[in-house]
């Protein structure tokens, strides 16, 4: 029973990832919510029609939903456990065959559009491009220490999409932000080497040497070209 527990956990968020309905379809004779208790029970339901979205799962049948969950709060089932995580199985592996089939095209896409943008960005006179493909543009020199590969440094940054997209920003924080330098995207690793203390740069990163073909859980898509304004603070 425990499996099915987790199993059930990550059908709940697939369901919640490809929801676009902010509440479920009215049901008929619904009763009054007048009590304490009624209070509690609605406000339940709701939060598992909300989390569930079933108008976004082709095929979702409401009425057989509240069936299971009333059979399972009254204890009496008409499938076994083991026909209902053959169920849950056979549905996961279809949302996740989903979701793989998005994040390959959208991946598709970044690369095509993150390529077309280097390549024009690669031909402004203030750009310089190095052997992995980096390229950056001078905004500040600065005159301080250059940091090593193991350098722990203190900067400020302002990271973008190539359409403009703000993902993460150290200003929007309102405090700079400490790290050592091979811990982070290689992109960063090999840019901020290029910099002096006191230097201001802004880095333009293939996907190759930001987060790949797996992007990341918020904005920043498979594939995805960033582009980082950097400006080194501190280098210990």
Excluded at 17 to 32: E, F, H, I, K, R
Excluded at 68 to 83: N, V
Excluded at 108 to 135: I, K, P
Excluded at 146 to 158: A, L, N
């Amino acid at each position: 029973m425990f499996s099915k527990k987790i199993l059930a956990l990550p059908l709940l968020a697939a369901a919640l990832t490809y929801g676009c309905q902010d509440s479920m379809p009215g049901l008929g004779n619904v009763p009054a919510v007048e009590t304490d208790m009624d209070s509690v029970s609605y406000s339940i339901g709701y939060d598992i029609g909300r989390s569930i979205q079933a108008e976004s799962i082709d095929g979702l049948d409401l009425d057989v939903l509240f069936r299971g969950m009333k059979d399972a709060a009254s204890g009496e089932g008409i499938l076994t456990d083991d026909e209902m995580m053959e169920a849950l199985m056979q549905f996961q592996q279809e949302m996740m065959e989903r979701q793989q089939a998005e994040a390959d095209a959208a991946g598709a896409t970044n690369l095509q559009e993150g390529q077309a943008f280097l390549e024009e960005n690669a031909q402004r006179d203030d750009v310089m491009v190095t052997e992995s493909g980096l390229q950056y543009r001078v905004i500040e020199a600065g005159s301080g220490p250059r940091p090593s590969e193991t350098s722990t440094v203190t900067v400020h940054y302002r990271g973008t999409l190539i359409d403009g997209t703000e993902f993460d920003s150290s200003y929007s924080r309102g405090e700079p932000a400490t790290f050592q330098l091979n811990r982070v995207i290689p992109g960063w690793t090999e840019g901020v080497q290029l910099m002096r203390e006191g230097g201001k740069y802004e880095f333009f990163i293939p996907s190759e040497l930001g987060y790949g073909s797996q992007g990341t859980a918020g904005l920043i898509g498979p594939n995805a070209t960033l582009i980082f304004e950097v400006e080194l603070i501190e280098v210990e």
